[in-house]
């Protein structure tokens, strides 16, 4: 590396524009068309460089030592400024300093900004050092190696070029804008609270990493569980623990999911999926509720600012150690989980960023290369397949090199077990600026590929599937997106990719609430849908199944609420879902007679165990295993309240029956090797019956479905599913020997409704049916599902 001179220098400089467009997506922003061009800041150039050309006959160049200050003092330059390494990426402690590169192929210029913890609220600029394109670019990479002492510095860069949206250029030289690679992202310390002047969009800057800092990770490795065997559960961090009935010591925090690990070990998950913890503001949306006198927040998350920080606000430490407070804290959070045998999985939304459309602010990637991040129309226009304002430009090779850096990280330095992808396929679309021959190394005749075309070999998920790192971890696709193309079962996979199974949470919804000609359907849903994932070579594990999750209703109001309920969000209940294939039970709300209840119950039960003795991986939203109410609202985005929060006092209530079924259910699951299969059953293990053996009824108006499955632990189970609303005796498969004996019964009563070892006079409960066993029948309640296991028969 070249030294390069650092002449005197002004440690004052003027106050400079951050990230100063408050931006909602539901405001006017700022008229990009009409915006004056402003005048570049002072700036210090350190540049006085000699620079070798070999290119040009090995002919050495001398740059001229420019400074602009405001007001020159005799204080020196605090760091020593040398060329620097165009990798890696971001900034990377190494011999006694701090390398920074950043790639920029539009701009004309770079400038390092170096902004002190004091600094930052203040918009002041503590240090800028310009980057010379002779001594600091290697090809479109921007670089430069500082040493000096860096304690309570932050990092953050400006770049000029060119303003013309139409082109698809935001460059503007008095914007800080963020470091895509930045490890932690500083602004505001405190969740929810405004930055000074009440601004939504305070600074943003990057922690400039230490080469000590270490965290002590005794011993972690990846638990590395076959994915056959999860029971996932999908949880928001600060929904987590931030009501007051949590009492944890840092509520809403990684910490306080560490307080409450125990909860899921309890439940029976071994793996927990968390809602967005990538940096973003919570503050995006922040506007008056006049409905709930609140304010709305960006609160699940899906709106990233930055892909390699995690969410500074869910750390207890605020701005403490510049944000490396917030990484130890994630860190031990997955430490943790691993202790209790629990994997740790992100969603991550790499289908668009928090920067939005035209009218959105100037946070990084826009300031940065925005024809290179975005996915944009020929006269810049932004497409819109995230429904977000804005589609990150995935397939280009500058942006998947950068989701692949990502998620590497993530899983070498941040130890996760995988990533379920949001509107993954988004990141199956074709990049703008396409290119056969740049993205497959020649072109083809066939090639007339427009901008946003579904590719059959997406390049991103090629990298990302033969990758020697990620190809070992958990990958799950939500395989739709907003613009219209849904891939459920046709998600590009390369034999390793899952997928929310959106056909499992439709089917089982319309069948079990008792809708005709979905009896053949929910059989397939049942077997680990072989019919959307078996001819593509692919595993009953890669179906993700579940019935509710964070965005549509809770279990409980899947069974509550007929229409939404969403007046809440201040949007005259036009937002949200209005289709969710849910059933009431014939009274809407809440408040219902003691009969309506009791069959609601009745109908939680039925979900959960469907979930259970699925073939696929089962996948519980938080809070349904207490039957957690959002009021019949599906869409609860904005709320930071006790819409969106756990209530533990709920869960610790003594009428959650709910709970303890689901604990049992969970735990039977974990303990029967037929319903994890590794393929999908044959007629050699599963036989599927109807009100008497061997004859199932897959007729339109078919509301019975029942199988028996024979397991290496168990011996052999007897699952049956009425949903009808008439009552109904059926015949069981006749076992020479052996005797049928009941386990569960969603149309009993807690406890009775499983028959555990503990229940109170579990064996006269047992006995209670024995005169319909004896003749190998059994009767079953209107809305019911039943598990029967096989054991020998004493009388024989």
């Known amino acids: 590396m070249e030294l390069l001179h650092c002449p005197s220098i ?3 400089t003027p106050k400079l524009c951050f990230q100063n467009y408050p931006f909602s997506r539901r405001r006017n922003g700022v008229d990009f068309e009409n915006m004056p061009r402003k005048s570049r800041s002072s700036v210090v150039m350190v540049v006085n460089a000699a620079a070798t050309d ?3 006959g090995g002919a050495a160049r001398t740059a001229a030592t420019a400074v602009v200050v405001d007001k020159p003092t005799t204080e020196r330059c605090r760091f020593e400024v040398l060329s620097g390494k165009p990798l890696p990426f971001g900034a990377t402690a190494r011999d006694d300093g701090v390398n920074f590169a950043v790639f920029s192929s539009n701009a004309t210029s770079a400038t390092l900004c170096l902004i002190s913890l004091s600094d930052l609220p203040e918009k002041r600029v503590t240090e800028q050092i310009f980057l010379d394109p002779l001594a600091n670019k290697t090809g479109d990479v921007w670089h430069v190696f500082l040493k000096g002492d860096f304690k309570n510095m932050l990092y953050g860069y400006k770049f000029d070029g060119k303003l013309c949206p139409e082109e698809g250029h935001y460059f503007d030289s008095s914007q800080i804008v963020l470091d895509p690679y930045a490890k932690a992202t500083v602004s505001r310390g405190e969740y929810g609270v405004l930055g000074p002047e009440d601004d939504c969009w305070p600074p943003m800057a990057g922690m400039v990493p230490f080469a000590a800092d270490q965290f002590d990770w005794e011993g972690d490795l990846p638990l590395k569980f076959p994915q056959r065997d999860l029971v996932i559960y999908e949880m928001h961090v600060r929904g987590f623990t931030n009501h007051e009935s949590s009492e944890a010591k840092y509520p809403g925090t990684y910490l306080g999911v560490v307080e409450k690990l125990d909860h899921l070990k309890e439940l029976g998950v071994n793996c927990i999926e968390l809602m967005p913890c990538h940096e973003f503001n919570e503050l ?6 006049s409905v709930l006198g609140d304010y709305k927040f960006n609160f699940w998350g899906y709106s990233t600012v930055n892909f390699f920080s995690p969410m500074g606000r869910y750390s207890s430490a605020g701005l403490s150690n510049c944000g490396l407070g917030a990484i130890n804290e994630f860190k031990y959070l997955v430490k943790e989980a691993h202790k209790r045998g629990i994997e740790v999985i992100m969603d991550v939304v790499f289908n668009h960023t928090a920067e939005g459309n035209e009218n959105g602010p100037i946070v990084s990637f826009r300031g940065i290369d925005n024809s290179v991040f975005y996915m944009l129309a020929p006269k810049g226009e932004f497409y819109n397949y995230s429904g977000c304002g804005n589609t990150f430009n995935c397939n280009h090779p500058i942006v998947r090199q950068f989701i692949v850096d990502c998620l590497r990280y993530w899983v070498t330095e941040m130890h996760v077990d995988g990533f379920r992808f949001d509107l993954a396929s988004i990141l199956t679309r074709s990049s703008s600026l396409w290119d ?11 090639d007339v590929i427009t901008t946003g075309t579904p590719l059959t070999s997406p390049p991103l998920i090629d990298m990302i599937s033969n990758d020697p790192i990620l190809r070992g971890v958990k990958l799950i696709a939500e395989a739709w997106d907003c613009g219209g193309l849904y891939q459920v079962g046709m998600f590009p996979h390369w034999g390793i990719w899952s997928e929310w199974n959106g056909k499992y949470r439709d089917m089982v919804r319309q069948f079990i609430k008792g809708t005709d000609g979905f009896a053949g359907a929910f059989a397939e849903c049942l077997c680990g849908s072989p019919n959307l994932y078996q001819k593509g070579g692919r595993k009953p594990w890669n179906s993700i199944n579940f019935v509710c999750a964070h965005d549509g ?12 309920h969403n007046l809440a969000n201040g949007e005259d209940n036009k937002d949200g879902e209005n289709h969710n294939n849910s059933w009431n039970c014939g009274e809407e709300g809440e408040f219902a007679s003691i009969s309506v209840k009791k069959l609601r119950k009745r109908q939680m039960r039925n979900f959960f165990l469907c979930l259970m003795v699925s073939q696929g991986v089962p996948m519980i939203y938080m809070g349904d295993e207490y039957g957690h109410t959002k009021g019949g609202n599906n869409n609860t985005y904005c709320h930071d309240n006790y819409i969106n929060y756990f209530r533990w006092d709920k869960k610790d209530e003594s009428s959650s029956d709910f709970l303890r079924f689901c604990c049992l259910m969970t735990k039977f699951r974990h303990q029967c090797e037929s319903l994890g299969l590794d393929g999908f059953p044959t007629a050699d293990r599963l036989q599927w019956h109807g009100h008497a053996p061997r004859t199932p009824d897959w007729s339109e108006t078919s509301r019975f479905v029942a199988f028996t499955l024979v397991d290496k632990v168990k011996g052999e189970l007897y699952v ?3 949903a009808s609303h008439l009552a109904v005796t059926i015949t069981l498969p006749e076992r020479p020997g052996y005797k049928w004996q009941p386990l569960v019964d969603t149309g009993k009563p807690a406890p009775f409704d499983f028959l ?3 229940v109170p006079e579990r064996e006269t409960a047992a006995k209670q049916y024995s005169h319909f066993l004896d003749v190998n029948q059994y009767p079953m309640l209107s809305y019911s599902s039943i598990i029967l296991l096989l054991s020998p028969d004493d009388n024989v």
Do not use: P, Q
Request: zero cysteines; aromatic letters at 18%.
């Open 10 to 12: 002004s440690t004052h």
């Open 720 to 722: 049956a599913f009425n």
């Open 436 to 446: 056969a021959v740049n993205v497959y190394g020649n072109s083809t005749d066939s």
């Open 553 to 564: 209703f809770t279990l409980a109001d899947l069974v509550t609420y007929n229409n939404k």
């Open 756 to 758: 555990a070892d503990d």
């Open 54 to 56: 070999s290119g040009r």
């Open 284 to 289: 995006e949306y922040y506007s008056y509720n």
